[in-house]
């Protein structure tokens, strides 16, 4: 069965923190796509990044970095001396290759950061 | 530009009305998506559309019927529904080419409230 593991359900830090955010996904497939999502309080998801299996490269996007481990399964996100702004639910999620457009998204962590 | 639009954003509505929900996306997209979530729960797929037709339904009540009427254009017809129901539908889009996995830019969401 594919899966996607978020298990930390609330995390709250206080400004300038940095924190990281856990993703842990199952699958027997070898090519499949894993992304990450912010969904703030006002309820639109936005798309942050996208990782093919075939390259573990991590990277690195102004304060947000990826951490892709295949031999973990894991596919972290760590936010650099957080904001206020950062506050928010975070999604990670999995597609397979293939035909369908179904993503399989983990539960959400939801990361509070106070001022 | 990657907007997703829909409209409206808040709905109230009665287990006898009939409403629709809209959504609109003019970055050549050829996938369309209407996805149900409930407060503190990740996103459900309900239907996929790929080139206008209807790929994906996740067995989704009938009292729901989408509607494609061309490639920018998404609409969810609402028909009897539920109190359990009220939901934030959210609306994505992403490129298509089969054996490819491309990123979905979700809408801001339709919050509706079934009396």
Known sequence: AQKVTQAQTEISVVEKEDVTLDCVYETRDTTYYLFWYKQPPSGELVFLIRRNSFDEQNEISGRYSWNFQKSTSSFNFTITASQVVDSAVYFCAFRPRGATNKLIFGTGTLLAVQP | ?115
């Open chain 2, 1 to 115: 530009d990657t907007e997703v639009t829909q409209t409206p954003k808040h709905l109230v509505m009665g287990m006898t009305n009939k409403k629709s929900l809209k959504c609109e996306q003019h970055m050549g997209h050829r996938a369309m998506y209407w996805y149900k979530q409930k407060a503190k729960k990740p996103p459900e797929l309900m239907f996929v559309y790929s080139y206008e037709k209807l790929s994906i339904n996740e067995s989704v009540p009938s009292r729901f019927s989408p509607e494609c009427p061309n490639s920018s254009l998404l609409n969810l017809h609402l028909h009897a529904l539920q109190p359990e129901d009220s939901a934030l539908y959210l609306c994505a889009s992403s490129q298509e080419r089969s054996g490819n996995s491309y990123e979905q830019y979700f809408g801001p969401g339709t919050r509706l409230t079934v009396t």
